[in-house]
């Protein structure tokens, strides 16, 4: 399983996120630690695996409302790691 660590993701979300939750301004945050992918196809007729391009996604919910969001994860730097 791909993670990021949390602290690291927070720690982005203080620097660029200046205002907290974009709904609430809150700044409590629930992250995701695990990454995932979203499929983008280049050719919407087709599934073929070799069409498929990914983009590295991590959720981050606000606690307070419960806005939950993707974050690009390869736009922030952050670091991934693997752990079974
Ligand atoms: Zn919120």
């Known amino acids: 399983m791909i ?24 700044s409590d945050f629930g992250i995701e630690h695990c990454l995932y992918n979203l499929t983008q196809a280049k050719d919407p007729t087709t599934l073929k695996k070799d069409d498929l391009n990914y983009v ?20 922030t730097g952050i670091e991934v790691f693997s752990e079974s």
């Open 3 to 26: 993670k990021v660590d949390p602290q690291k993701v927070i720690q982005h979300l203080q620097k660029k996120w200046k205002s907290g939750c974009p709904y609430c301004q809150e």
């Open 56 to 75: 590295p996604v991590i959720l981050i919910s606000c606690k307070n409302c419960g806005n939950t969001t993707l974050l690009n994860l390869s736009l």
